[in-house]
């Protein structure tokens, strides 16, 4: 089955890069370096472990430089350590680079720890580090994290699904939208149209989807963690689509049920269309 790209994106989801460093030149130094390698990234910065959990919490990180001490006035904080576990217990395949201004004996069973417990990616002292160091850790950890990406084999349509019995939730949803093609083909257009969205917080458990309301459509509101935002994910059959489209242009709500902002993707292929919208007005906190 071909699929086809019918709509540019507006926001493109990038890399997404977090700094966790409580010295304001060191956080300069690491956002001069992701700069230096391209501009598609959003950069989120934590001089403090409240912080980096609520960051992480809503966003899906490709690499993060996470200083190991987060007071610089208290050598004993390790409040970085909690940060590592904190990505590691989301799941994500984020490059950590660990950055410590430390010396003494403390320093290699940190680094040791890091390495094996949390599966950093590399590890670069303050005292010894030159911006180019940081430019190849960077380019580095992120090609480690798309490789990793890439082979994961969980798509959106695991996602969209929760805790519905697959091959139910295959069957009800191909025949609401009159999907003309096999099941392959589905997951295929379904990860075309949304996996660069992933991960996802639903905001509600079980079916996570309003399947066949209207007919022929299906639609659902997730917290995107790719992006940081809130979506919509909207897709059937092609002539129900195009008139829920119609309407959203007259009435600026899509099926009467989401105040959508700016469109960020559509597709069609086999007899369906799909969009993805952006959601304002909502925060984290509402999903999940």
Same mark, same amino acid.
């Given at each position: =089955?071909?699929?086809?790209?019918?709509?540019?994106?507006?926001? /493109? %989801?990038?890399?997404?890069?977090?700094? &966790?460093?409580?010295?304001?030149?060191?956080?300069?130094?690491?956002?001069?370096?992701?700069?230096?390698?391209?501009?598609?990234? =959003?950069?989120?910065?934590? /001089?403090?472990?409240?912080?980096?959990?609520?960051?992480?919490?809503?966003?899906?990180?490709?690499?993060?430089?996470?200083?190991?001490?987060?007071?610089?006035?208290?050598?004993?904080?390790?409040?970085?350590?909690? !940060?590592?576990? =904190?990505?590691?217990?989301?799941?994500?395949?984020?490059?950590?680079?660990? !950055?410590?201004?430390?010396?003494?004996?403390?320093?290699?069973?940190?680094?040791?720890?890091?390495?094996?417990?949390?599966?950093?990616?590399?590890?670069?002292?303050?005292?010894? !580090?030159?911006?180019?160091?940081?430019?190849?850790?960077? *380019?580095?950890?992120?090609?480690?994290?798309?490789?990793?990406?890439?082979?994961?084999?969980?798509?959106? %349509?695991?996602?969209?699904?929760?805790?519905?019995?697959?091959?139910?939730?295959?069957?009800?949803?191909?025949?609401?939208?009159?999907?003309?093609?096999?099941?392959?083909?589905?997951?295929?257009?379904?990860?075309?149209?949304?996996?660069?969205?992933?991960?996802? &917080?639903?905001?509600?458990?079980?079916?996570?989807?309003?399947?066949?309301?209207? %007919?022929?459509?299906?639609?659902?509101?997730?917290?995107?963690?790719?992006?940081?935002?809130?979506?919509?994910?909207?897709?059937?059959?092609?002539?129900?689509?195009?008139?829920?489209?119609?309407?959203?242009?007259?009435?600026?709500?899509?099926?009467?049920?989401?105040?959508?902002?700016?469109?960020? /993707? *559509? =597709?069609?292929?086999?007899?369906?269309?799909?969009?993805?919208?952006?959601?304002?007005?909502?925060?984290? *906190?509402?999903?999940?």
């Amino acid at each position: =089955m071909m699929t086809q790209d019918i709509g540019g994106a507006m926001a /493109k %989801p990038g890399d997404n890069v977090l700094i &966790v460093e409580d010295e304001e030149e060191w956080s300069e130094a690491y956002k001069r370096a992701v700069a230096a390698i391209g501009k598609n990234h =959003m950069i989120k910065v934590a /001089k403090d472990f409240t912080t980096a959990e609520r960051l992480i919490e809503s966003a899906k990180f490709a690499v993060a430089f996470v200083d190991v001490g987060l007071d610089v006035s208290d050598d004993r904080n390790v409040d970085g350590l909690s !940060v590592m576990e =904190m990505i590691r217990a989301t799941d994500d395949e984020t490059s950590i680079i660990v !950055v410590t201004g430390r010396s003494g004996q403390d320093v290699l069973p940190i680094t040791r720890d890091a390495i094996k417990k949390y599966r950093a990616y590399d590890t670069v002292g303050k005292r010894s !580090v030159e911006p180019a160091d940081i430019r190849r850790l960077f *380019e580095g950890g992120l090609e480690e994290y798309r490789k990793a990406v890439a082979a994961d084999r969980k798509g959106a %349509p695991q996602a969209l699904r929760g805790d519905s019995e697959p091959l139910r939730w295959d069957d009800q949803v191909m025949r609401s939208i009159k999907f003309k093609a096999n099941a392959s083909d589905f997951y295929g257009f379904l990860d075309r149209l949304f996996r660069s969205y992933l991960p996802i &917080v639903a905001s509600r458990e079980g079916e996570r989807l309003e399947i066949d309301s209207p %007919p022929g459509l299906v639609s659902g509101a997730f917290w995107s963690r790719a992006i940081a935002a809130a979506v919509v994910i909207c897709f059937g059959e092609a002539a129900q689509f195009d008139e829920a489209m119609e309407k959203l242009h007259e009435t600026a709500r899509l099926l009467d049920r989401y105040d959508v902002g700016d469109q960020l /993707k *559509e =597709m069609k292929g086999s007899g369906v269309k799909g969009a993805v919208f952006l959601l304002p007005g909502h925060r984290r *906190e509402d999903f999940g």
